[in-house]
């Protein structure tokens, strides 16, 4: 009896055959499908094969003759077309249904024209010399270009079954091998333990193959990646949920003044100080993970300075616990916004609001007086002689004066009224949640008014630098003449009130100046009251 059954081996091979590339395509499911599939599917056809070659004399005999050969042959190939495209070089699907066909054609036409089983067997084992070193051949260039272990292993295995039909072949021809399919020779039990260990080394291979690829490209991806973030003229940083540091570029340390290092043991919350005055670390830590954003904030360096950034942070989609944060210093441009803002709305002089700060202003304290039935009061001065110290000192005189000025005035008024200048010598106070009484905040408006009248008339000490002469200090008196009118929501328009403020500072200064006026009712000027 035969060591080896050879319906046996064939069985066995099939059941192989149809194991492996389930086990394959589970393994690679989601990867490459359609490349998969064609793998796959060629292991299939060889099981199905195999499984009508042991069948041979048992089923009908075109299953197990033009059948089997054609399955066998479309099988191989649709290995090859699966490498190839792996390659990037698929083969037209013209010859891939040219070859299996040919094949057919002429082992068929053997068997049935010629009914010579030598030549016939000669014919198929040479056919399948070609196409297994043909698959062997794709594979040696497959692990060439990608310097891949696994694409060897598919290479030698591959070959290694051509080389067991070519000793087939040679032992056919030199008549050591009988042209029945069931002879257990020697020669035709290598090609069945080949067959046997490339079902399994071939598909090990292949999954190892497309590991190999996940890891390459991981790793050529974190190579782009760190080129990115290394070159990037931005601040970047990854964190996980939690805010703690994971990864940090250089651009990032140079901009916060810490090294690479200690960022890595610190989190945002550490360093992020747009809410310094509220709010946990952990809230300001988990602010920056909770949805893709652009957003300002300031952040601390490690000298202690504050720095004006803009952040850009996106939810890594393949990774939901880990955050990216691009970071731009935005101090200059802040700093610049901040000047602008300043030459629009403040005097560049003394700092106070100017006419179109206040115009502002006062809309709000009317609106404010509108809900609440409260009065709003504006008192609108201006400097007696004030033209004497400029002629007698030049302008930095005066300009030392009109900077004195802003600064009694600022102190004489609350934090919520607004000190003002029009321009020239000319300042407005804002006051405003008066009583909602008429006559009481006239009286407190008064008492505003008097304060201001005494604080200015108060000496002045003004240092004066002129071009090739000594400092000289002097000594400067200068009063104020100063118009005063309430106001409520239902009052006019803003011209209105300026207008009256305007007609009782006037009316002060035809009275003999340093003194304050009250415009009372519409046409009528009175002292302020005490």
Known sequence: MPLFHIPSLFLATALLFFIMPMVTYLVLNGRRQRVVTLWCGGDLLLGLSMTLFALRGLAPE??????????????????IQALRRDLGRPLPLILMAAVPSLYLLGFEGIRLGLRDDLLRMQFHNAAFVVLFSWLAAVGWRIAQQEQSRAARWIAGVYLLLAVSFLNTLIGLSLGRVTPVLMDPSAARILIMLAGILSAVVANLGYVGLAFERSRRQ?????????????????????????????DVNQAYCDLIGYRREELLTMGVAD?????????????????????????????????????????????????????????????ARKRAEAEIKALAFYDPLTHLPNRRLLDDRLGQVRAAAHRSGCHGGLLLLDLDNFKPLNDAYGHAAGDLLLI????????????????????GDEFVLLIGDLSAEEAEAARYVGRIAEQVRRRLSAPYRLTITRPGHPDTLIEHRCTASLGVTLFNGMD???????????????????????????????????????
């Open 62 to 79: 075109w299953a197990t003759f033009p059948l089997a050969h054609f399955l066998m042959c479309l099988g191989v190939m649709m290995r």
């Open 218 to 246: 991981a790793i050529q991806a974190d190579q782009e990646y760190r080129a990115i973030i290394a070159t990037s003229l931005d601040g970047f940083f990854l964190c996980d949920r939690d805010g703690r540091f994971l």
């Open 271 to 331: 360093i992020d100080a747009a809410d310094a005055d509220g709010g946990g670390d952990a809230e300001r830590g988990r602010r920056w993970a909770i949805e893709p954003a652009c957003f300002e904030t300031r952040q601390r360096r490690k000298d202690g300075r504050l720095l004006e950034v803009e952040a850009s942070t996106q939810v890594l989609p393949f990774d939901p616990g880990r955050i990216v944060a691009f970071i731009r210093d935005i101090s």
């Open 404 to 423: 004195e000025v802003a600064r009694r005035l600022t102190l004489t008024v609350r934090a919520a009224d607004t000190a003002a200048r029009l321009g």
């Open 492 to 530: 006019g328009v803003a011209e209105d009130i300026f207008r009256q403020a305007d007609l009782a500072m006037y009316q002060a200064k035809a009275n003999g100046r340093d003194q304050a006026r009250f415009y009372a009712v519409p046409g009528a000027l009175s002292p302020v009251p005490k």
